[in-house]
Structures are given as structure tokens and as C-alpha cells.
């Protein structure tokens, strides 16, 4: 490949592997906007995902039990906020804000507590498992970009597959946007609305502790303030995919896109590094803009 071609390629490559924990947490959280939940603690479950993935995955050198505890934390918190909402009919949004700081102070206690440090805590993991043959990843530019991805990166993908189906294509999908759309109409039918309310706060406590694990696996640490607003811009996604999960992963592509290119341009251009850094928090601001003026 010619200079240009290998560096569109990495820049192509790092896209998709940026929107990972982009895609894990929009799709779940997609659960809860559906079911009339709108979960702002995203940005919380997912520092919280980080955390606790990344503690197991380093204790027992084994990323798939990372996994499981990314996801078992992260459905601890949604079934704690499902239940101070649903149960005790606290405010969704003062109790969505406050599981994003319960999730910032409980990562530092818990940092110091273990680890003797508040600041960056490294962990040695195994290398990814990729998720194709290496033969494909030696294809001209394609090969670099669709497949060199590791097995996590190409489980978001599914992910929002198996998610689209779900929604789609199931009694469970279909109770769940039900609630959303006329939960007395759910109620009259002999179904509980606030255990489909529930449910769909585990799905997006599920996606979120994957979307932070892999924040945690991309630079084998558990970084402070790891998340770094993917939460907030996560949500963004959902609404900017119109609630649809193909459109919700384009939209995460297209974030993902920013932060891909602020890396790049970094290392080759005069502009403030803040202000390149920036890029990605624009673009989900002016794609929020945008998606409220086609309303």
C-alpha cells in the first residue's frame, strides 16, 4: 500500500475499534430508552464495567471472566437504580446522576483500597484473540481495517445484531417498546410493566460493563476518569440513530470517526492539542444540534 493508503487504513482500523465500547453501551442503553427509561447513569455503569472487568481480568490473567464481572457490576448498578426508580419512585434523573458519581467514588475508594494508588493501575492480560484467520488480515487495505480486530471488538458488532433481533423479533423486544409506547395498555394484558422496565435496565447495565471493559482492554489499564464522556455521547448515539440499532451503530462509527482523526492530527499539525482533543465532544455536539433541528 502507498503512504496514504496505510494511513487511511489505520486511521479506518482505529475507527472500528473506537466504536466498540460506543456501540456496546449505545445498544444497551437503547434497551432502556425503549422501555420509557431513559438511562443517563451510562457514563457511570461503564467507569463501573471498567473497574471491576479489569480487576478480575488482572487477578485471574482471564479476559472472559473479566467480562463477566464488567457485566455482573454494571447490572448491580442498573438493578440498583431500577430499583430506587421503579420500586421507590425516586426521580430517574437525579438517581441516574447520582449513580454516575456513586460509580467515580466507589472506583477510587476501592483503586486505593486494592492497589495503593488513585492514579493509573496497569495489568498485564493476555494478548487478543483474533477473530479471523491471519491470512485475511494480510489483504490489501481491507485486510488492516475489517480483519485484524480482536474477538471483542467483532462481539460489539454482534451484539447489536443479536440486540436488533431481540427488539425486533421477540415477545421480550416487544413488551419492552410496548412499556414505552403505553405501559397501562401492557398492564391491562396481564403484564408487568415495571419488570419489562427492569429488564431493560439489565440489558443496558450488560452493554454498558462490555463498553468499559473494553475501554479497560484497549490500554491494558484501569485509567481514572477512563470514560471520559463516551457515556454521555453513547446516549447521544441513540438519539441520533433514531432508536434504530443499525443507524445507532452509524452514528457510533461516525463519533468513533472524530476521535480516530483527533489522534491522527495530533501528531501532525500545530493545533493546540486541547483543541484537538475536543473533536470528538464537537462532532456529538453539532450531531446533537443537527438531530434536534429534524425533529
Not at 434523573?93 to 483503586?111: D, E, H, M, Y
Not at 491471519?134 to 490489501?140: C, D, F, N, T
Not at 454498558?208 to 482492554?217: E, H, I, K, P, T
Request: hydrophobic share 55%.
Amino acid at each position: 500500500m502507498s503512504g496514504t493508503a496505510a494511513v487511511l487504513a489505520d486511521i479506518l482500523k482505529y475507527t472500528i475499534v473506537a466504536a466498540t465500547p460506543l456501540l456496546f453501551a449505545s445498544i444497551g442503553g437503547l434497551f432502556s430508552e425503549l422501555a420509557g427509561m431513559l438511562n443517563i447513569a451510562l457514563e457511570g455503569l461503564m467507569g463501573i464495567g471498567a473497574f471491576f472487568g479489569m480487576a478480575a481480568a488482572g487477578l485471574t490473567g482471564n479476559v472472559f471472566i473479566g467480562m463477566l464481572a464488567a457485566i455482573g457490576s454494571a447490572v448491580a448498578g442498573s438493578l440498583l437504580m431500577g430499583t430506587v426508580t421503579i420500586k421507590f419512585k425516586a426521580n430517574l434523573f437525579i438517581t441516574g446522576l447520582a449513580i454516575n458519581l456513586l460509580a467515580g467514588g466507589i472506583t477510587a475508594v476501592l483503586s486505593q483500597w486494592w492497589y495503593h494508588t488513585k492514579a493509573v493501575v496497569a495489568f498485564t492480560l493476555p494478548p487478543p484473540v483474533p477473530a479471523f484467520p491471519a491470512a485475511l488480515s494480510q489483504i490489501p487495505f481491507v485486510g488492516p481495517v475489517l480483519f485484524s480486530h480482536s474477538v471483542l471488538t467483532v462481539s460489539a458488532w454482534l451484539w447489536a445484531i443479536v440486540a436488533a433481533f431481540i427488539i425486533k423479533n421477540s415477545r421480550h423486544g416487544i413488551r419492552i417498546q410496548a412499556t414505552g409506547m403505553n405501559a397501562q395498555a401492557v398492564s391491562s394484558l396481564g403484564y408487568s410493566p415495571d419488570r419489562a422496565r427492569m429488564a431493560a435496565l439489565v440489558w443496558s447495565g450488560v452493554g454498558s460493563g462490555l463498553g468499559g471493559f473494553a475501554l479497560g482492554v484497549s490500554v491494558s489499564a484501569f485509567v481514572p476518569n477512563i470514560v471520559s464522556g463516551r457515556g454521555w455521547i453513547a446516549l447521544v448515539a441513540i438519539y441520533l440513530g433514531r432508536k434504530k440499532p443499525l443507524w445507532i451503530a452509524a452514528s457510533c462509527l461516525l463519533f468513533a470517526l472524530s476521535e480516530s482523526l483527533s489522534n491522527y492530527i495530533q501528531g501532525f499539525s500545530s493545533i493546540p492539542p486541547l483543541l484537538v482533543l475536543a473533536l470528538p465532544y464537537a462532532v456529538t455536539l453539532v450531531s446533537l444540534i443537527a438531530s434536534g433541528n429534524k425533529r
